[in-house]
């Protein structure tokens, strides 16, 4: 705010957590010190560098056969819209599922899941299969440090024991440290 003044605000290097309800306050001086203040949200958007990847099953299906088909978008801010169309038709019925990579993304979609455009739109505020067998064997890793006399605290796919950051590697079925930048962010 170093170019700021009296009338002007002039902020740098913003970031999403600048987006809010900015307000400005104007005081009359004595004797009568009429107030009147007036707020403005602002957005500071987040446009991904990369257009989305469309992948499909097979290149070749018989009538009546399901079709899948993923279309991938990078993390926005807000969150992109996704407009299907088949054969230049928009289709606004289809269903769309939403992977996240963390928890502050799926936060986010929560949080804005009333913009999203389309009849079908689903958002569960739950974890994957795979999320939750992570998670249990999170809390049961917990249990066994606490009977150690150690402290255990599982957070969102990892685990805090006696102030060091662990997460689950599902391939090799271990703990790995996690790496400082990781547990800093959450």
Not at 75 to 101: C, E, H, R, Y
């Amino acid at each position: 705010m170093s170019r700021s003044n009296s009338t002007l605000v002039t902020l740098t290097d913003v970031k999403r957590e600048t987006s809010g309800e900015f307000k400005c306050e104007v005081s009359a001086d004595a004797p009568r010190f009429h107030t009147d203040i007036r707020a403005a949200n602002l957005l500071v958007a987040d446009v991904p560098t990369e257009g989305p990847v469309l992948r499909t099953e097979v290149q070749e299906k018989s009538i009546g056969a399901r079709i899948k088909a993923n279309c991938t978008t990078p993390g926005s801010f807000p969150p992109m819209n996704i407009t299907w169309f088949i054969n230049d038709v928009q289709k606004s019925n289809l269903l769309i599922i939403a992977k996240v990579n963390n928890w502050q993304e799926k936060m986010l979609i929560m949080k804005n899941k009333k913009n999203l455009k389309g009849s079908k739109k689903f958002i569960e505020d739950d974890m994957t299969s795979m999320e939750r067998e992570i998670q249990w064997k999170l809390r049961q890793i917990a249990r066994e440090n606490r009977a150690m006399r150690k402290t255990a605290k599982v957070m969102y796919q990892k685990i805090i024991i006696d102030g060091e950051g662990w997460k689950w590697n599902p391939v090799d079925e271990v703990l790995v440290r996690a790496k400082t930048d990781e547990r800093a962010k959450n």
